[in-house]
């Protein structure tokens, strides 16, 4: 049985930092894509940031630019998002997505992704 397994998230004050981290766990995704979305209050899931198999590209929604960085670990089967000089703009469930399809490239569509996380809450306050 295939999941992902989020963590990391939490309460911080707005400027702060945090690291996600998403534990693969039934099958390996070394040579998959992989993603992180977001779903605040009221709002519908929106994407993040995704990197490919490689980790050599990745791919930011414009409002992470420059204060998010995706990277993995293939060793361990793990993705982790960066996050810096939070905003409260950012409070969201953030959860961790794959593609199950090889080598593919990375991908802002939720539709792209075949596994998800269940979300780690993030709070920022300000």
């Known amino acids: 049985q295939v999941q992902l397994i989020e963590s990391g998230g939490g309460l911080v004050q707005a400027g702060g930092s945090l690291r996600l981290s998403c534990a693969a766990s039934g099958r390996t995704f070394s040579r998959s894509a992989m993603g992180w979305f977001r779903q605040a209050p009221g709002k519908e899931r929106e994407f993040v940031a995704a990197i490919n198999w490689s980790g050599i590209v990745t791919y930011y929604a414009d409002s992470v630019k420059g204060r998010f960085t995706i990277s993995r670990d293939s060793a361990t089967n793990t993705v982790y998002l960066e996050m810096n000089s939070l905003k409260p703009e950012d409070t969201a469930v953030y959860y961790c997505?794959?593609?199950?399809?090889?080598?593919?490239?990375?991908?802002?569509?939720?539709?792209?992704?075949?596994?998800w996380g269940q979300g780690t809450q993030v709070t920022v306050s300000s």
């Open positions: 997505a794959a593609d199950k399809a090889p080598y593919s490239g990375v991908s802002f569509e939720l539709h792209d992704y075949d596994y």
